[in-house]
């Protein structure tokens, strides 16, 4: 009851949304089987083919000299890769390494360019703040919902909710590292006579590395978060044994899935950390 008709909202996007569907069948059916079958040939091909040992060797090798050679996460990195392994949750610990490989790349890939062209136009920044607010306070589970009716069920629509839900603190850091480049830097380099491309590339990325590099670990650890939701639609991977485990009721399964999910949240952490420290100091 109310004192107006109803606006039919729903209808609306139901409307839209079937529309969308339709007319762009052609692209979300060819995302859909060649970017899955490349996503599918990566974990299964590639990321599975390496052998345990060798892949938590060159994860250890690598965490020691990005820490200033350190053995904190090295030691780390070793045995809770280990853990997983011992658990039998390797073959969906790739397929989740796959999950948030790409769902950042992809976030990072819009994300950044966004973050420059808000810093660069104060209009372009009135516009897409709201639209990133908006991206940010819907609950995630509603990110499934046009996923599922673009590209049906699989790895894909799991990328896509996840890259929706991850990209705004790259965009958010990317304007706001640039923007706080400080005056004196910017008024010298023109003084120098250089481009705007110029000025972008050799003074205000530069400047504003760690800014962005901090939005890109958030951005990593939000892609990450949707694990267990994007199971909801058959992305495969640790989220996946996690539902088993819920819908099973089995309490174990679910807990060490869990606890695998843990491990490599702070395993990524660690290393997007010490990528955007000077001297690894974070480790």
């Given amino acids: ?5 109803r606006i039919p909202v729903a209808e609306w996007i139901s409307n839209a949304t079937d529309w969308t569907t339709d007319t762009f069948e052609f692209l979300f059916d060819f995302i859909k089987q060649d970017f899955g079958d490349f996503i599918d040939t990566f974990a299964e091909d590639w990321m599975m083919n390496i052998p345990i040992w060798l892949f938590i060797i060159i994860v250890g090798v690598t965490a020691f000299f990005i820490t200033g050679k350190k053995f904190g996460l090295l ?6 890769l280990w853990f997983i392994a011992n658990q039998g949750l390797w073959e969906e610990l790739m397929y989740t390494f796959t999950l948030v490989v790409f769902s950042s790349l992809i976030s990072v890939i819009i994300g950044v360019p966004f973050g420059i062209w808000m810093a660069k136009s104060k209009a372009v920044q009135n516009i897409v703040t709201p639209i990133l607010d908006f991206m940010q306070t819907m609950p995630a589970f509603v990110y499934l919902i046009p996923a599922v009716a673009f590209f049906s069920i699989g790895m894909v629509p799991g990328v896509f909710a996840s890259v929706i839900f991850a990209t705004p603190p790259t965009v958010r850091f990317t304007n706001l590292g640039i923007r706080q480049v400080s005056h004196e830097l910017i008024e010298a380099s023109d003084s120098f006579g250089t481009t705007g491309t110029q000025k972008l590339f050799k003074v205000q990325l530069p400047m504003a590395k760690k800014t962005i590099m901090a939005g890109i670990n958030q951005t990593v650890m939000l892609a990450l978060s949707m694990v267990v939701i994007a199971s909801m639609i058959g992305a495969k991977g640790l989220g996946q044994t996690v539902i088993t485990g819920l819908q099973r009721a089995e309490v174990g399964t679910g807990f060490v899935a869990g606890l ?3 491990i490599l949240a702070i395993i990524i952490d660690r290393f997007t950390q010490n990528l955007n ?5 974070n480790a």
């Fill in 1 to 5: 009851m109310g004192l107006m008709p």
């Fill in 75 to 80: 030691a780390f990195s070793v045995i809770g």
């Fill in 260 to 262: 695998g999910i843990v």
């Fill in 277 to 281: 420290s000077q001297r690894g100091d």
